[in-house]
């Protein structure tokens, strides 16, 4: 191989790296705060002194069961969905925010989902980063 080739290789494999960090993407915890000011705060609270409000308080979300805040009025498909042993985590609120309705038939939720996934894992970037009691992680 020669000096020019040599060169040419280094600079494809570096461009290959770089463009697989651009197909990959990191989850920002800031513009899922934008997203969830923009398609949920309407209906939720989260962090310091979240209430139930339209739908359940969401502090403490990841690791919790479906359907178990205190002091709210869950429908009945919510309820049922928790007897599965249903828990909040990355995965399940990944599918269950693409399309609600679809991932719980019956839930009283009216929302139609977020078809982005880069916005789906944003927005549970910052919901994750909250807990029990609202404080930071
Ligand atoms: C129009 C009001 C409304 C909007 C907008 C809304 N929600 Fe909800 N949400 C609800 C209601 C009502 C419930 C309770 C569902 C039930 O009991 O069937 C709920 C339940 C939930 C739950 C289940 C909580 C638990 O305790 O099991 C999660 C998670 C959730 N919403 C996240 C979100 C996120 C994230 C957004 C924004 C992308 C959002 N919601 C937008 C009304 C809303």
């Known amino acids: ?15 290959a790296m770089i463009g697989a960090t651009q197909v990959s993407f990191a989850a920002d915890a800031a513009k899922g705060k934008t997203i969830f000011e923009h398609k949920c705060h ?7 002194g979240a209430t139930n409000f339209v739908g359940p308080d969401l ?3 990841d690791g919790r069961a479906i359907a178990s805040e205190p002091g709210y009025s869950y429908s009945d498909a919510d309820q049922a969905k928790k007897k599965t042993g249903f828990v909040w985590n990355a995965k399940t609120f990944d599918t269950y925010i693409t399309n609600p309705q679809k991932d719980i038939p019956g839930t009283k939720m009216v929302f139609p989902g977020i078809p982005q996934a880069s916005q789906r894992a944003d927005l549970w970037a910052y919901l994750s980063s909250f807990k029990a009691d609202g404080s930071k992680k």
């Open 59 to 61: 502090n403490g979300l």
């Open 1 to 15: 191989m020669t000096p020019r080739n040599m060169i040419f290789v280094a600079a494809a494999s570096v461009a």
């Open 42 to 48: 309407v209906c939720h609270r989260i962090g310091p």
